[in-house]
């Protein structure tokens, strides 16, 4: 609501300011043409007195002049309405006008705000949840008599995976920030086989545990960048891709070139994820709510967001290929290094 107003206030503020340059031109028009008629007038007046001295003039000088005067009065009173016509037109003109610029001045802020409004809220529930499991669990064993040693364990357990739960909210919300004040950190050269060795070494255990086997394709190539965000990068995109795919399943990471670009395919035989999400899979908190939840995957829907933030600095892309229920396609296209 609060913008509907302000787009009101700048289409006021335009319309004042056409009106404003409108009138001053009217204005001006108006003393133009009212010169030019009273200069014709005199004209005509000087030439009607002379006809007067004629025998053969049918009308009195009084009456002439008369009609001299109704015929300015008359031609001032068509420029006036002409006038006012001229600027209702540009009125309405300038009206319509003046609001499609204040839309297009407030959209991107407007964009923001509700950027910032949603991170907002969405980060408070997600802080707030963890925190009152904990709260809950705490007060609910200090009203049992029977609290034991055992028990007081399994709260501490409980706590500590809460506490972990936490942690890594924090991590992906300082990772994202960090992230936003990027873009003047020196690039350097690196290596893509060395970026999806060490982000593969990260990830391994979780792979085992779920005897998901990981086929790799690799070539060699070297893009300009940092290190330590496009490794960030890979292990985002494959602990996704371990995270929704199935025990004893497979998940390949292969790279290309194509063009000027190096291209790295991470893909999955997961769940997959619909069309409908697929616009949204990059916006913080975002998570499926559908099959991809019932998976009961662990996040809190930062990683692609953060993803997608370290391929904005390093001015690459990603698409998404994915089919309910056949597994997701990754495709990064990163810069190559330039030649020296």
Excluded: C, W
């Excluded at 985002?236 to 891709?241: G, P, S, V």
């Excluded at 698409?319 to 990754?330: C, Y």
């Amino acid at each position: 609501m609060s913008f509907k107003r302000a787009y009101l206030k700048l289409t006021l503020f335009y319309i004042v300011i056409a009106m404003l340059i409108s009138i001053f031109f009217s204005v001006v028009l108006y003393r133009i043409s009212a010169t030019e008629l009273n200069t014709g007038s005199i004209r005509q007046g000087k030439v009607m007195r002379e006809l007067t001295n004629g025998k053969n003039m049918p009308r009195t000088l009084a009456e002439l002049e008369k009609m001299r005067l109704d015929q300015l009065e008359e031609s001032n009173d068509r420029l006036k309405i002409d006038l006012i016509y001229f600027n209702l037109v540009i009125l309405i003109l300038s009206g319509g006008a003046s609001y499609l610029l204040a839309r297009r001045t407030l959209k991107p802020i407007e964009e923001m705000v509700d950027v910032q409004n949603r991170f907002t809220t969405d980060a408070s529930h997600e802080l707030r949840t963890p925190l009152t499991a904990m709260k809950t669990e705490i007060e609910v064993s200090l009203r049992d008599k029977k609290f034991n040693l055992e028990g007081a364990k399994d709260l501490l357990q409980s706590n500590l995976e809460e506490i972990s739960k936490l942690e890594t909210l924090s991590k992906g919300l300082l990772s994202l920030a960090q992230y936003e004040d990027q873009t003047k950190v020196p690039f350097s050269k690196v290596s893509l086989s060395k970026i999806i060795e060490d982000a593969y070494k990260k990830i391994e255990s979780l792979s085992k545990k779920k005897e998901i086997e990981i086929e790799f394709d690799v070539n060699d190539f070297f893009v300009s960048g940092i290190s330590q965000s496009l490794t960030e990068l890979m292990v985002i995109l494959m602990d996704n891709a371990i995270k929704y795919s199935p025990n004893r399943s497979k998940i390949f990471v292969s790279t290309s070139l194509v063009g000027k670009h190096a291209v790295i395919k991470v893909k999955d035989e997961g769940i997959g994820i619909k069309a409908s999400d697929q616009p949204h899979i990059f916006d913080r908190f975002y998570r499926a709510d559908l099959s991809r939840t019932k998976n009961n995957a662990s996040g809190y829907g930062l990683g692609l967001s953060i993803a997608k933030k370290i391929l904005d600095i390093h001015k690459g892309k990603v698409e998404v290929d994915s089919t309910p229920g056949k597994g997701t396609t990754f495709i990064i296209k990163l810069p190559l290094q330039p030649n020296p």
